[in-house]
């Protein structure tokens, strides 16, 4: 994971999540997203870091990859916190609990 962050992203550390978007369609009009690479070993760490449980860390990971393919980001905070809300929304209609604490959501 550390030589994938750092061949396209130029960071040398490793991460829990990549997302790799393709944005073209496929056979019949299937748009294929992307491919999303996750981390165990930091998923697991986190999970333990977070209090969170594993199940629900790796659902959570899923979840913002797929908003990653979809174009979302968290590079600004106006673009965190929609990120963040929505990916609230979605881990608790999976019956999760909301990865972040934000006002207002």
Do not use: Q
């Amino acid at each position: 994971m550390k030589n994938l962050n750092y061949k396209y992203r130029r960071k040398n550390t490793s991460t829990n999540i990549l997302s790799f978007p393709l944005n073209f369609f496929f056979k019949k009009n299937k748009i294929l997203l992307g491919d999303i690479v996750l981390c165990k070993k930091i998923i697991e760490e986190e999970s333990f870091k977070y209090n969170k449980k594993l199940e629900s860390r790796w659902a959570h990971m899923v979840i913002h990859g797929t908003l990653h393919l979809l174009g979302y980001d968290h590079k600004k905070n106006k673009e965190k916190n929609i990120m963040e809300k929505i990916e609230n929304k979605i881990m608790l209609s999976l019956n999760y609990e909301k990865p972040y604490f934000l006002k207002n959501s």
